[in-house]
């Protein structure tokens, strides 16, 4: 169903290492996904496992090592200086820690009329303006609040901030990093709510960046699943949350908590923890903690293969077929 | 245990709603230092306009005096006035201390921002050099140059102190910026397509201002401390001009005779560096931000 | 003395901060008991007390700018008013407390076994080679891989959730009969979450102990704790049940956290529940319930009269409103 659309961001084989070249870091592996014009990708896994040096490579803010990154068609991964920097107005981030996503020394209406300033798109009263409104949809009064000092407001009242400035420009595209993982959880419908609003007022495209599998699918259209710098499973919400085909996916929702206490206790655990980036598992990344694993996993890659229209899974023992 | 830190952290959060700002009192002892270095440099500044004794005048018929009304600080082994050797005096020390400083930050400071900023080949390259001075004791060095390059005159003094404070500077700068520079707001404000000079001034430089200010401070404090090393080996300004070094070296030959000349110079350079200490410690914990935790 | 006596008994604790703001009630009036061999949750949002609570049960304050008033009554020690020295007697041999960042309760230059050994030789008298020999059995209790070698390892040397297992090891030393987990597995990642959650259950099991899990994520509590306590600004709103708190809550606030969490089993853009503001400034707490600024339901009374725990149908069920939702609730929310 998807197949026909363009896809507003084409990536294909990103590679991200860090380190040296004695010792290298493939933080991100080889990663290939779309995302279409309007919807949500949400992007999930644990600690190190890739996701958000994804986002970030995205923006550019860490260099790709290999691979390519198409917005609308064009290729941003060689664009340097100014073609760079245009960039910046179609494609914005919020990163996780609202408070250090603001200078504490700066006003509220400063730090939202900062990328117009950076632009000089807008002056004057027209200004004064647009930055009043980008305040006030995201809930800040900017009669009260635009005067004070970014060090001077809560958490989610800085994520807001944060998210009025990234709207500014007028961006297509919006990555998310973990952007309510750091707020209580009433904080948190308050901004998650808000975003699903912006989202349909400005026609945004979300890279919704999270480890909390409950918030991704709240938000998400698709869902990609990511292990140690490889893509597992990208699929819409329902099927890959209800019958998930990749095993590593599969261990995640059953360690996810649900707040509920007839939800039952959780099959079995992923015993063991990731191992390190530095000296990942030939083949499967996944096969040193999966029950499943053979031979052929340690040999062998297993590659994107697509299960059914838009669910797509990296294993060579995809849970379906063992289902039936 | 971490409670003190725990309940920090509460007090904050609550604070932190506060709507208006609650503003962080300096205290009556920050303004008093204040005020004795006001009067200080005030009395640097106006000493010839001031009703002072020449400095320079001897008076054989009062020698080593003690203090009286008519000399205050009493007179010194050559009958030359004490409290306005002081004040005159004072001169040396603000004008080799401002001056070098000048030169410490203003190659220093730019390029500790710059090489933290722009981090690889040119950071590591200038961090080098910049330790490879720090390597050297300073003083022997500024005491080594200064024995060779005679005449000796104020200029010199500054110069070759305020080479020598540009590494120091540089790293406290380089070290300041390098904290800020990694936090989201910077990442942010390039992301937004801000230059890199717009998020030097705006996003680095005001955040980075408390810390060089205060630590401005504890350098001018340890430049007179210089000037006073260098004056007691006889390498500062050359005599009669007086400068509180000056003066509590010529006072060494006959401490016995008349203390006061030790007396006053030492507290008066004691006091002075005292005031800028306790200036400089507060204003960095008053300028800290507070960021609140979540 | 009664028949099962509880194992902690806690009466009308306040603890109250002097700032120079003025006095911040962080926990105000809080009682509640605790049974032998009993998991109990504590929820709340940061700011709610929760962590206060269990630090002031603990015994842990600092030692000015703070009042404790009430009783806290652990196996017949009155915690509350005793002195360091006192209390030193029951901490890590009655009450053990794990912290959320467990670098912080870990000398990150100590090998690990030796943070244990101390432990045990200083608190229980064991000679060097028991102690050792104990230290790795604990270790090895913990889930940690090839014990004897990880006791020579800093803790700098291991993951996250590694480290928390040698913190319940270090708690577990001193066999406590209560463990004060505050925020456990936050940081962690979900499926090391769980592991931890699963040793925990295991181990209170085995060492018949009382676990109090003080959190900010109801996931946590929902299936592993038999009683609940939600906190509100510093006070209790709601206690009871676990199921009874998630199911037949009362109290508008209980039912905002629980809806204004999204769930895995809701469908994708389900329009979550959210209630307006953030928690109040505990400087300046409204004269009537805490809650009431954010509350859809508040009257006037609820802005000038403070609401004390009542209890509600079921036994040990109990709720601060005024205007509590009501009772069979079916399929709303």
Partial sequence: MSDTRQPLLRVRDLTVNFGSHRHPLSAVAGVSFDIYEGETLGLVGESGCGKSTTGKALMRIVEPSSGSIELEGVEITTQKGKALRNLRTRMQMIFQDPISSLNPRRRAKDIVAEPLDCWKSVEGDERTALVNDLLSKVGIDPIVYGNRYARQFSGGQCQRISIARSLAMRPKLLICDEMVSALDVSIQAQILNLLEDLKAEYGLTLLFIAHDLAVVKNVSDRVAVMYLGKMCEIGPPDTLYDAPEHPYTQFLLGAALEADPDSPLHGEVLVGEPPSPMNPPSGCRFRTRCPFATDKCAAEEPLLVEMAPGHTVACHYPLSLSRT | ?294 | MSLTPQLLVVKDLSTTFDTPAGPLAAVGGVSFDLNQNETMGIVGESGSGKTVLARTVMGLQPRSKVTVSGSVLLNGFEVVGASDVEKQKIWGLQVAMIFQDPMTSLNPVMRIGRQIDEILRVRLGMDRHAAKARAIELLELVGIPSPAERYHVFPGQLSGGMRQRVVIATALAGSPQLLLADEPTTGLDVTIQAQILNLLDEIKERMKMSVILVTHDLGVVATRTSRLIVMYAGRIVEMGSTRDVFVNHRMPYTRALLDGSPKVSNPSHTRLLAIPGRPPNLLKLPPGCSFAPRCSFATDRCHKERPELQPANTPGHTFACWNPLPTNRGASA
């Fill in chain 2, 1 to 294: 245990m971490s409670n003190s830190y725990f309940v920090n952290e509460l007090v904050e959060e609550a604070t932190t709603q506060t709507t208006p700002e609650r503003k962080k009192r300096l205290g009556v002892l920050f303004w008093i230092c204040v005020g004795w270095l006001a009067l200080n440099v005030l009395g640097a500044i106006f000493a010839n306009v001031l009703p002072l004794q020449d400095p320079l005048y001897q008076n054989y018929s009062i020698i080593n005096a003690g203090p009286s009304l008519h000399h205050l600080f009493g007179t010194d082994d050559l009958g030359r006035d004490i409290f306005s050797r002081i004040v005159f005096g004072s001169r040396v020390s603000i004008e080799v201390s401002l001056g070098s400083l000048l030169i410490g930050f203003g190659i220093g400071a730019p390029l500790g921002m710059l090489a933290a900023y722009r981090r690889g080949k040119f950071d590591s390259l200038l961090t080098t050099v910049m330790y490879m001075f720090l390597a050297f004791p300073a003083i022997i060095a500024t005491i080594a140059v200064l024995s060779f390059w005679t005449p000796r005159s104020l200029l010199k003094i500054i110069i070759v102190v305020g080479i020598a404070s540009i590494p120091l500077v540089y790293r406290v700068i380089r070290t300041a910026t390098m904290n800020i520079a990694t936090k989201d707001y910077v990442i942010a404000a390039k992301v937004q397509g801000a230059t890199d000079w717009r998020i030097l001034g705006r996003e680095l430089l005001p955040n980075v201002a408390p810390i060089g200010v205060s630590f401005l401070l504890i350098g001018i404090a340890t430049v007179i401390t210089l000037e006073g090393s260098l004056a007691f080996l006889g390498l500062s300004v050359n005599p009669p001009t007086p400068s509180w070094g000056n003066m509590i070296n010529e006072s060494r030959t006959i401490l016995q005779q008349n203390p006061w000349l030790a007396i006053f110079p030492s507290l008066a350079l004691c006091l002075f560096l005292l005031c800028l200490n306790f200036i400089g410690d507060r204003l960095r914990s008053h300028f800290e931000v507070t960021e609140g935790k979540l």
